[in-house]
């Protein structure tokens, strides 16, 4: 096993927490009865990683082998990375009858034409999801598999999640992606987190479906502890109308656990108490970032707490709409409640 | 109406105070400005209220790159000659033409961000004791390591050295106390014989254009530094903060920066622009939800200022006295911030007064709600700490 391979181990077994490893290394399914048996799981992690290089050494194991759990590993957690949301444009006529084996043999011709060095591992998860593991070289050196690309691709869908992609290497991924999908064009969808099920989710729709119809008002006694009744009578109308018109934003239940939007605005100044900045001719330039551990949550909860009027048409019901967290605001832009996504099938 | 309102939170407060002359009994800072909430045309409930003007931020050139004091006199000199060629006669240009700061001090006060507290007057300190002072802390610390008291700081092993300084050339008036410079030094562990020792921790207490009223009516043997500023490991500012309550009779609080004063920070920061780019001017606002929404609004430097000036511009415009155009009013910040604030709720219809403002920072400092501040350019430390020292003195129960 050489010294590359070694390092990888090393590397991969400081990611993989305690409680995981035995599992994952079942899965991985490398080792015979007897070498699981010798593995004591109770030991430290740093024994732990020696014992299976030394079982490796004695396998015989290459690098091959050695990312297989790696991907196994990045397949079970995927929420380490920050991930990257593309999405392929213009489809062309026949982009219905690509399947699993016709897409993996394409994808993996056009990049090795694209790139000599480069080591592509293509699996399908049991989600209909395809993961490749690609680790880039160049003409004169090996592949580094310590800085591999993931990549997720539903099939049947336009959208491809990547991660750890250099700006050099991009172009050559989206051609081979482009012409093995058949597609024309491939373009960056705005979307980036940190969990790739969220962003998922919230690409393609998979959370609970907001129905831009009328969401059900919830019904008034669903509060018990009514403090004061009177009060409480006042407010129960307009609680339920805000609850109501936040979840017709936002939707209902589980939303997807986004952690970040940023808006980039460009717009001209305008406010009817100063004059001066109205009548200005340059737009008035800032950057808004929204953070929070769960940011449609958040964002759902101001709506019906009356911090945030009107969220159906503000600029924030649109990430959960256009399915984006990246925005450019200019004037010339049309507003958020004009545009809404084709729902995709 | 506004004018009305801002004289006279500016009267002299003495007209409606009775004072009474028994020895132990000393005016509070809040005696000395009841006038506004008894004459009822304040809004809010407190008696106390932060200065509702304060001067424009003017760069104070507080150190010069030449050792030679002649040379100072003589580059304020060419200044002052400009200024009257160009016919500004009101240009309120401040040069310290007393000691500069010492280069060392500066460099340590502008490149660490600082924990602030509120410090009581001191019983009987002297500026001329400070070596006694090093020994008593070094000593005090030491006790303590013996006692048990857990240390995790480096160096633990030797001895901590205690320096205390005069940072002279900061204080603005005649009341002020110089600013007394605090540094713990200790040596590592595996050091070498002439390796210097690390700075470990250091904290200052100062006092920059302090209320002058209440200064004069402390009685004798009072020195008041009430702004407290400290960096490094929480247990020595701990131990300080003891040695010096038992030394010198005195109380620690800890100092927060409330909206008033961020918003006071941004807009003076944004003042400065042209003398000192910004960068940006980043607002960091935390909305009640849950889970807790943070948003961070940065805000181009060029625009920003215009918006600055455009408010200015438009109360200049109403006022006659020349006087008036060098000092700031509250009304002009508060409609700064709202202006920026209005801009955000035009695209989000987020309103964030709902929300809480946390931290402002720009090139020139950063400030957060906890009471930590970081002071970048040493041009405008001066002005920063009046404020803060106005903060502290106000924070403070006596």
């Known amino acids: 096993m050489d010294d590359s391979a070694r390092r990888l181990l090393q590397r991969i077994m400081r990611r993989i927490p305690a409680q995981m490893l035995k599992p994952t290394l079942d899965k991985w399914g490398r080792l015979t009865a007897a070498q699981r048996q010798s593995m004591d799981f109770t030991e430290s992690k740093w024994a732990l990683t ?67 060095h480069v080591s592509i591992k293509i699996k399908k998860h049991t989600d209909e999801a395809v993961w490749i593991r690609i680790a880039w070289g160049d003409s004169f050196s090996r592949p580094n598999h310590l800085k591999p690309t993931y990549v997720v691709h539903h099939l049947q869908t ?132 929204f953070a929070s551990t769960n940011l449609l949550e958040s964002l759902r909860h101001c709506a019906s707490s009356g911090i945030a009027s009107t969220p159906g048409t503000s600029l924030l019901s649109s990430i959960p709409l256009k399915g984006r967290n990246y925005f450019v605001i200019t004037d010339n832009s049309p507003g958020p409640s004009s545009q809404t996504r084709q729902p995709s099938n | 109406m506004e004018r009305l309102q801002s004289s006279v939170v500016r009267t002299p407060p003495n007209s409606t105070v009775v004072q009474r002359r028994s020895k132990s009994y000393r005016q509070s800072y809040r005696s000395c400005l009841g006038a506004p909430s008894r004459l009822g045309l304040t809004p809010g409930l407190t008696a106390r209220r932060l200065n509702s003007s ?89 006790a303590e390591k013996q006692q048990g008291v857990a240390m995790e700081v480096e160096g633990s092993q030797s001895g901590f050295r205690v320096s205390f300084s005069v940072v002279q050339g900061l204080a603005a008036t005649d009341d002020d106390a110089e600013t007394v410079l605090i540094q713990i030094y200790s040596t590592p562990v595996f050091a070498r014989q002439d390796e210097p020792q690390k700075s470990v921790w250091s904290g200052w207490l100062t006092c920059i254009n302090g209320n002058p009223e209440y200064l004069e009516s402390l009685p004798k043997g009072f020195t008041c530094l009430p702004l407290f500023g400290g960096s490094g490991a929480e247990v020595l500012t701990s131990l ?36 000192s780019n910004l960068q940006h001017l980043k607002m960091i606002w935390t909305l009640p939800v849950v889970p807790p929404l943070q948003v961070t609004y940065t805000v181009n430097p060029q625009d920003a200022w215009e918006l600055w000036m455009s408010v200015r511009k438009d109360r200049l415009e109403r006022t006659e006295e020349e006087a008036e155009a060098g000092s700031i009013d509250i009304e002009e910040v508060v409609r700064f911030v709202q202006g920026l604030k209005s801009h955000f709720y035009r695209h989000f219809r987020l309103d964030l007064s709902a929300g809480n403002l946390n931290q402002v920072s720009t090139t020139l400092g950063s400030a957060k709600s906890s009471g930590k501040i970081k002071i970048s350019n040493s041009r405008y430390m001066i002005t920063t700490l009046t404020l803060l020292t106005e903060c502290a003195l106000l924070k403070m129960p006596i």
């Open chain 2, 54 to 142: 304060r001067r424009a931020l003017k760069s104070h050139v507080i150190t010069v790159s030449h050792t030679n004091p002649s040379l100072t006199i003589f580059y304020v000199l060419l200044n002052l000659q400009r200024e009257t060629l160009n016919g500004h006669v009101f240009y309120p240009v401040l040069f310290l033409l007393k000691e500069k700061v010492n280069p060392e001090h500066l460099a340590l006060l502008v490149k660490t961000e600082w924990r602030l507290s509120y410090v009581t007057p001191l019983h009987q300190f002297r500026h001329t004791q400070l070596k006694r002072y090093s020994r008593q802390l070094s000593a005090f610390i030491a």
């Open chain 2, 240 to 275: 300080v903060k003891s040695w010096f309550q038992r030394t010198f009779d005195c109380c620690f609080g800890p100092l927060e920066i409330n909206h008033t004063s961020l918003q006071w920070l941004a807009a003076l920061w944004t003042n400065c622009h042209t003398e």
């Open chain 1, 50 to 116: 020696e014992k299976l290089l030394a079982i490796c050494e004695e396998n015989e194991m290459t690098v091959k082998h050695i990312t297989e759990l790696e991907m196994i590993h990045v397949i079970e957690n995927p929420d380490h990375c920050m991930w990257y949301a593309l999405q392929l444009m213009d489809p062309e006529e026949d982009v219905h009858s690509v399947e699993l084996t016709q897409f993996k043999e394409q994808f993996k011709s056009h990049l090795r034409e694209l790139i000599r």
């Open chain 1, 158 to 289: 336009p959208y491809v999640f990547v991660t750890s992609l250099t700006s050099k290497l991009k172009p050559l991924l989206s051609q081979a992606l482009v012409l093995s999908t058949r597609y024309q064009a491939i373009k960056d969808a705005s979307l980036s987190g940190r969990k790739l099920t969220a962003i998922r989710d919230l690409l393609m729709r998979q959370y609970q479906q907001v129905f831009p119809t009328k969401y059900p008002s919830p019904l008034a006694e669903n509060d018990q502890n009514a403090s004061n009744i009177l009060i409480n009578k006042e407010q129960a109308e307009l609680a339920a109308s805000r609850h109501q018109k936040a979840c017709e934003a936002f939707g209902d239940g589980m939303l997807p656990q986004l952690q970040s939007a940023v808006y980039k605005l460009e717009t001209k100044f305008r406010d009817h108490t100063n004059k001066t900045m109205t009548e200005r001719e340059e737009a008035f330039r800032c950057v808004v970032k």
